[in-house]
């Protein structure tokens, strides 16, 4: 190996992401658009990884049943992954963004994490690998909790009765 070709690999190696974080929006009316979505990766060890932002700068991300890939380097603190916290960093309270799926590339292993919800704002949501426990093993089962008694009320049957007899 000559000079020349030891330089190229070592600027390839430099260029080439640690990571890669591919995001499916689904395909509904309303899925917010160009949001500014933010995560970070939980290993085995329960090492988290730093806030990772979603964004490419001068492009629509997000666009409704895009999948968009986010690449990013030196990430070096973390092992296997087992867990992801996401979150929508927006100033408006009232913003929300459907994902379908999110699929993580990290040291040439691939960890799917299906999601299939609405993501409100200012909140974190955690997900993880292949997404499947029983809601009574789930290890965040205070979250769990409160996003069903948010649906409670949504959903909630009311009787008016000072309506008319019909």
Known sequence: MDVVDYLVKGVESLLKA?????????DF??????????????????NKSRDF????KWQNDFEKGNLDKFSFRDV???????????WLDEKEINDCW????I??????????????????????YVFYNFNSSLPQYDP???LRRQEIEENKLKYAFSNNTETPKQ
Request: hydrophobic share 40%; net charge positive; charged share 25%.
């Open 18 to 26: 640690d990571l890669e974080i591919s995001v499916k929006t689904g």
């Open 29 to 46: 009316k309303g899925v917010k658009k160009d949001s500014h979505l933010c995560c970070s990766l939980i290993d085995n060890k329960a």
């Open 53 to 56: 932002l979603l964004n490419i």
């Open 76 to 86: 070096s603190n973390i092992e296997d992954i087992v867990s992801m916290e996401l």
């Open 98 to 101: 459907f994902v379908e799926f």
């Open 103 to 124: 699929i993580v590339k990290y040291h040439s292993k691939t960890y799917p994490f299906p999601c299939n919800r609405w993501i409100k704002a200012n909140k974190k």
């Open 140 to 142: 965040f089962l205070s």
